[in-house]
């Protein structure tokens, strides 16, 4: 992604906005549902077990900003611990 391509960041944010909204209530509450879990798991410092909810959360909801975030914050943690 190209952060200086304001139009790009526009088609972006158009099509995130479409995924959220055809994604079926029940999987958009299992993916929280996920992200939580994850975020758990990150605090207690088991960074390979949030890294894999992160992943099963960006499957179902790819558009998940949170879940992005929360997958830098992870693979940094890893990349320190080693």
């Known amino acids: 992604q190209a ?3 304001e139009d790009l960041a526009r088609r972006i944010a158009a099509a995130q906005g479409e995924l959220r909204r055809t994604l079926p209530p029940e999987m958009r509450k299992q993916a929280e549902q996920l992200y939580y879990r994850a975020v758990g798991q990150y605090l207690k410092g088991r960074y390979a077990e949030a890294g894999a909810l992160v992943e099963e959360v ?18 940094g943690a890893l990349r320190l611990s080693k």
């Open 3 to 5: 952060p200086e391509d």
């Open 58 to 75: 960006l499957r179902l909801d790819p558009s998940s900003d949170s879940a992005r975030a929360l997958k830098e914050k992870v693979e």
